[in-house]
C-alpha cells in the first residue's frame, strides 16, 4: 500500500537555525513527489514537484531533494513569515489522479 | 491569473441535511479534485474530475457525490450529514497539458455539521 511518513511532526527553530523535514515513501511506481506549504484554514500552497532520484529543486530558503526511498526539505535561515506545515504527497504510477499526503510537519520559527 | 476559487467559504448543517460546495478551477485546466481535511487527520482523496466524467474516488461512502460542469466548475455534495463530515473541504485543479502532475489547491470550505 502507498504510503508517506513525515518527520517530525513539529520542529521550533529560532530564526535564522537551518534544519530538514523528512518525508519517507512507499509507492508503487513515483510519478511524482509535492511539496506544500499550509497555513492553518487555509489551501495547500505547491512548493515543489519532484519526479526522480536525484533530482533537487530551491526557492528562497527552501531546497527540497529526492532519493528512491525518501525526500528532504532544507530550510536555510528561516524566518519567522516560514512557520506553517509542510505536507509532502506522492502520486503513484497508475494513474488515480489520488494525492497521498503525509501528515505534516508543524513549523515554527521564533524571533 | 486567479487560482483556484472554492464558495462558500462557511457552511454550517445539521445532522440529516444535505451540503453542496462549489469549485471553480484555473483557466485552462480540465481536472478537479476533491479531498477531505479533517481535524487532526490528514488530507484524504474524495474524487477525481476530468473532462466531465468522474475518473477515480476515494474510500467514502457513496453519500459523498459530484459533478463537473462544461465549464470545468465542479460540485461537491454530501448527503444525509453526519457530524463526522465536519472537515475542511479542499478543491484541486490540474492540466497536463499546461504543467507536470502538481495540483493546485483553493481555500477550502470549512464545512460544520452540528
Known amino acids: 500500500e502507498d504510503q508517506v511518513t513525515q518527520s517530525p511532526e513539529a520542529l521550533r527553530l529560532q530564526e535564522g537555525e537551518s534544519s530538514s523535514l523528512n518525508c519517507s515513501y512507499t509507492v508503487s511506481g513515483l510519478r511524482g513527489l509535492f511539496w506544500y506549504r499550509q497555513d492553518p484554514g487555509k489551501g495547500p500552497e505547491f512548493l515543489f514537484t519532484?519526479?526522480?532520484a536525484g533530482e533537487e529543486k530551491e526557492k528562497e530558503r527552501l531546497k527540497a531533494t529526492l532519493t528512491k526511498k525518501e525526500s528532504f526539505l532544507h530550510i536555510t535561515a528561516p524566518k519567522p513569515e516560514d512557520s506553517a506545515t509542510y505536507l509532502c504527497?506522492?502520486?503513484?504510477?497508475?494513474?488515480?489522479?489520488?494525492?497521498?499526503f503525509g501528515q505534516g510537519t508543524t513549523l515554527q520559527v521564533k524571533p | 491569473e486567479a487560482g483556484v476559487t472554492q464558495s462558500p467559504t462557511h457552511l454550517i448543517k445539521t445532522r440529516g441535511q444535505q451540503a453542496t460546495l462549489r469549485c471553480s478551477p484555473i483557466s485552462g485546466h480540465t481536472s478537479v479534485y476533491w479531498y477531505q481535511q479533517a481535524l487532526g487527520l490528514g488530507l484524504q482523496f474524495l474524487l477525481w474530475?476530468?473532462?466531465?466524467?468522474?475518473?477515480n474516488r476515494g474510500n467514502f461512502p457513496p453519500r459523498f457525490s459530484g459533478r463537473q460542469f462544461p465549464n470545468y466548475s465542479s460540485e461537491l455534495n454530501v448527503n444525509a450529514l453526519e457530524l463526522e463530515d465536519s472537515a475542511l473541504y479542499l478543491c484541486a485543479s490540474s492540466s497536463m497539458a499546461m504543467s507536470g502532475y502538481e495540483q493546485y489547491f483553493g481555500p477550502g470550505t470549512r464545512l460544520t455539521v452540528t
Open positions: 474530475y476530468d473532462e466531465g466524467e468522474e475518473r
Open positions: 519532484l519526479y526522480s
Open positions: 504527497a506522492v502520486q503513484g504510477s497508475s494513474n488515480t489522479g489520488k494525492l497521498i
